[in-house]
């Protein structure tokens, strides 16, 4: 093989892994921007999410907040999804667990007794759509060092 041509292909080779490298270093900060926006675009205008993580087989939410006439009803320092291997398998969407860790929510009872929903998630007007969703499944729940806070008028 001719050594000129072979640094040609090792300065090509070397080039399109670089490229490669750059393009994943930079889509993943774009992609949880992404997932993020559309998270919190989703739940409505009452949801705010610090940051999103995302890693092999698990979402990392921080800080995610409800709020209600401006004041947060339910946060959680973070939460962590890890998906079940055989999700693609089932129908519907598959967690092996779920872990909320430092959870707060606020719930009261009015004068009359009726209990106050503490998470309102805006319904947006529906689209017409051909496929609905599957159940979920999650296997296992934590909750580390959790807050309820209980009001009743």
């Known amino acids: 093989?001719?050594?000129?041509?072979?640094?040609?292909?090792?300065?090509i080779s070397a080039a399109i892994v670089l490229v490669i490298v750059v393009g994943i270093v930079l889509l993943i900060p774009l992609s949880n921007y992404i997932i993020k926006h559309q998270l919190e675009r989703a739940m409505g205008a009452n949801f705010s999410v610090e940051r999103i993580s995302l890693s092999w087989g698990s979402v990392g939410v921080y800080e995610p907040k409800f709020l209600k006439a401006g004041q947060t009803v339910a946060y959680a320092k973070r939460i962590i999804l890890k998906a079940h291997l055989l999700?693609?398998?089932?129908?519907?969407?598959?967690i092996s667990s779920a872990v909320l860790e430092e959870p707060s929510l606020k719930l009261e009872v009015s004068q009359s007794g009726e209990w106050g929903v503490p998470i309102v998630i805006e319904k947006k007007p529906e689209t017409p759509s051909t496929s609905k969703p599957g159940p979920l499944y999650i296997k296992q729940i934590v909750i580390k060092d959790g807050m309820l806070f209980f009001q009743d008028h």
């Open 1 to 11: 093989m001719d050594p000129h041509f072979r640094k040609k292909l090792i300065i």
């Open 87 to 94: 999700t693609l398998l089932k129908p519907g969407f598959s």
